[in-house]
């Protein structure tokens, strides 16, 4: 039985579609509600298709952790399982319809966790093959964007220092410390540009003009990592990883390319 039900959500493509349409349907829903003609109109049927939606994911959470053990042949594999950046989702996108029925939560608390129904949204990564392969890229390019973001936020920080003890005096209010010019530094480096805190002395122009200079640069470094580790595994993924054998003509070694 437990065997039956493993294949029912790995290996049965028509329920992983009823799933993945199930999880589209909840993101509409919650977009359509946003509307109050739509909410008063339709506000019980979106009712019904939320305690719908809830105990068909509940019985797919369930029914993922007990069967758990037959992917991962260990004894703590529901453990693993529900620890997971995926049961974690799935938790997280069913408890909070069952919270307020089990604790007394105020209302503008219960408001939030209706919100929490987007992370549903976050399922679809099970299913979509784009989703795996960005998840994938992600975790092959972990190393390089750390360092880069490191450099980022270490950018970001001596830029927001350095407008705050030129710009303070002149604008107290909008760069009264180093954290309110943090906004600022973020604007300026991602070349966003708001409009609603700059300098207005010679020497925070100058500066500013150089911080945005410099930004443009390394703001574009993640892209470019991640958009070239992309491009390079959908390649590898379309052309496939066939290796061909290969003989020396003139020693006789063979080797694979």
């Known amino acids: 039985m437990k065997q039956k039900v493993y294949n029912l959500l790995h290996k049965n493509e028509a329920v992983t579609k009823f799933i993945y349409g199930l999880i589209i349907l909840n993101v509409i829903m919650l977009i359509l509600e946003s509307y109050e ?20 994911f509940t019985i797919e ?20 399982f529900a620890l997971s950046p995926l049961g ?29 129904r987007l992370v549903r949204i976050f399922k679809l990564g099970r299913f979509s093959k784009s989703l795996k392969t960005i998840n994938e890229v992600l975790k092959e390019t972990r190393d390089d964007l750390s360092i880069t973001l490191f450099v980022i936020f270490i950018l970001l920080v001596l830029s927001s220092t350095l407008m705050f003890y030129v ?31 700059y300098p207005v002395t010679a020497a925070g ?22 958009s070239s580790a992309f ?21 006789g070694t063979k080797f694979s390319v």
């Open 61 to 80: 959470y369930l029914c993922r952790l007990w069967t758990a053990n037959l992917q991962d042949k260990f004894d703590r594999s529901r453990l693993k």
């Open 88 to 116: 974690i989702i799935d938790l997280i996108a069913i408890l909070p319809f069952y919270l307020p029925m089990l604790f007394p939560i105020d209302l503008r608390i219960v408001r939030i966790l209706r919100l929490m």
């Open 37 to 56: 003609e739509y909410r008063l109109d339709f506000g019980l049927f979106f009712q019904i298709i939320e305690v719908i939606s809830v105990i068909i």
């Open 205 to 226: 122009k100058l500066l500013s003009a150089i911080i945005a200079i410099v930004g443009i640069g390394f703001i574009a470094l993640p892209t470019g990592i991640i």
């Open 167 to 197: 710009e303070g005096e002149a604008q107290p209010d909008k760069f009264a410390s180093i954290g309110h010019s943090f906004w600022w530094a973020i604007a300026t480096l991602t070349t966003v540009g708001y409009g609603d805190v």
């Open 231 to 251: 491009v390079e595994k959908i390649n590898k993924e379309t052309n496939g990883e066939k290796k061909v054998t290969c003989q020396c003509p003139n020693c």
